[in-house]
């Protein structure tokens, strides 16, 4: 992409209403735009990056077995008046009349409409294992939307349902859903700690969530430093080997890691104490285990190999797309702008022309970014007719993990400076060099 034909209405000044770093920052590298409380536009590049983290998403749910699908963000009530929640639900639930006076709501969530889509199509434990998920936009009437995309009123969720024949097969489930979710935060570059939490009100007793450590995070955490450590990393799963989840689950869950909601001093206090941490984190995911919650008032049953007619076992377990790139954000940022993970940026690198209109310098960038194509890289080109401090502080800003930087002094000799937005360091290196180098970190060789 070039710039110059672009769409990245960056701000110079710190926009007032923003109160926390991510959500300054994404107003002023112009990812969103607020339309309403807690409801934004994506721009371009918020756009891109979400649209990166839909994708890391999708391929770890896919890998784990589970199948996408699509649910309407519309819902007629009736459902929810089954499930015994239309009333429980409360002010969050954001209701409307259709022209027949009908009610609907707004999704916030799709329990009921999967267990009815459920109900009407399977019938037998030899349909089972299922767990279907989407990506889809919810909407919560929150009271104090704020944060930008931390806390929306109008979020972007992945939520996915488990249907087993009894508790240990949603059990494996469950824990299918706790491995796929560390290797999604692991790629985005993030560590999101598994919290034992409490049920609210999805109801069920097994639920964790899933914590990204920052200061400036909703929920306050107890944890053991040990669990900072821990990395799934490049691992083999073989997500039907239920034991071998099993201790992967086990591994990560082993050191003392719980929010206020289910904190027990007693036993925080015999962790040894330069362990003991105390601090703030983002929510970016839950998973719960809720037996037969749904399918037992909604009649979502299947037939055992024994003939009985039993309820399934589900579960249902969500990440914050939307708010992920918030967290992701907090974690990862330095004075001068947002510092993607290469798993999460927008663009692959950053293409700075210190000298537009020197012809040389011109073809030199060109040949780079043609280059870069051709690994299947997208690089953005800054050739804007900017002076070369601007346009280092637009890169800054906008945060691509790695910067070409093109002048007219180093083409003569053939070279061009390659940086690290994390670090900082440059090395000057051929321009052939440069592109191998980015083609190789982004395994595109
Ligand atoms: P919270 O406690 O933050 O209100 P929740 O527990 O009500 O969230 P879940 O029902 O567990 O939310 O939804 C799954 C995920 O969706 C959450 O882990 C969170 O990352 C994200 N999420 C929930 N509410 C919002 C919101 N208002 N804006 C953006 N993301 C949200
Ligand atoms: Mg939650």
């Given at each position: 992409m070039r710039l110059s034909s672009y769409f990245l209405p960056v701000l110079k000044e710190n926009p007032a209403e923003a109160q926390i770093v991510s959500h300054r920052l994404m107003l002023r590298a112009g990812m969103i735009r607020q339309q309403a409380a807690g409801i934004y536009s994506w721009l371009p590049l918020g756009y891109r990056v979400l649209r990166r983290i839909e994708e890391i998403v999708h391929?770890?749910?896919?890998?784990?077995?589970h199948i996408p699908m699509l649910m309407p963000t519309l819902q007629p009530a009736d459902l929810w008046r089954e499930s015994g929640r239309y009333d429980d639900y409360g002010e969050e639930m954001l209701r409307i009349k259709d022209r027949h006076?009908?009610?609907m709501l707004y999704g916030p969530t799709n329990e009921e409409m999967i267990t009815d889509i459920f109900r009407s199509h399977v019938s037998s434990y030899k349909d089972l294992p299922l767990t279907l998920y989407h990506i889809q936009w919810k909407f919560r009437d929150e009271i104090r939307p704020r944060f930008g995309v931390m806390r929306g009123r109008e979020f972007l969720m992945k939520d996915g349902y488990n249907f087993d024949v009894d508790k240990d097969a949603a059990i494996?489930?469950?824990?299918?859903h706790m491995v796929s979710y560390l290797r999604t935060y692991e790629r985005m570059g993030l560590k999101a700690i598994p919290m034992r939490a409490a049920s609210g009100p999805i109801g069920g007793?097994?639920?964790?969530?899933?914590?990204v450590l920052a200061s400036t995070g909703e929920s306050e955490v107890?944890?053991?430093s040990a669990v900072t450590d821990l990395t799934l990393g490049n691992r083999d799963v073989n997500y039907s080997d239920r034991d071998q989840v099993k201790a992967i689950c086990e591994e990560f869950t082993a050191p003392y890691a719980r929010t206020d909601e289910t904190h027990d001093p007693e036993i925080f206090d015999k962790i040894p104490e330069e362990r003991r941490k105390v601090g703030r984190g983002i929510e970016v995911g839950q998973i719960?285990?809720?037996?037969?919650?749904?399918?037992?008032?909604?009649g979502a049953v299947v037939t055992t190999d024994k003939g009985e007619r039993v309820p399934v076992h589900m579960g249902s377990h969500g990440i914050g797309v939307s708010r992920l790139l918030g967290a992701i954000i907090e974690a990862s940022h330095d004075d001068n702008g947002i510092i993607w993970p290469e798993g999460v940026t927008p663009f692959h690198c950053g293409i700075v022309n210190l000298k537009q209109g020197d012809t040389s310098t011109d073809s030199a960038c060109e040949a780079l970014y043609a280059a870069l194509a051709k690994k299947g890289l997208a690089p953005l080109y800054d050739d804007r007719d900017e002076r070369a401090g601007a346009k280092f502080a637009t890169m800054d800003l906008v945060g691509l993990p790695w910067r070409i930087t093109v002048g007219p002094r180093g083409i003569a000799k053939h070279a061009v400076e390659l940086t690290s937005r994390r670090t900082g360091e440059s090395e000057e290196m051929s321009p052939e060099a440069a592109v191998a180098r980015i083609a190789q970190i982004y395994g595109r060789t």
């Open positions: 391929e770890e749910q896919i890998r784990a077995g006076g009908r009610d494996h489930a469950y824990n299918r007793d097994n639920t964790h969530e899933f914590l107890f944890y053991d719960f285990y809720f037996g037969t919650k749904y399918s037992e008032p909604m």
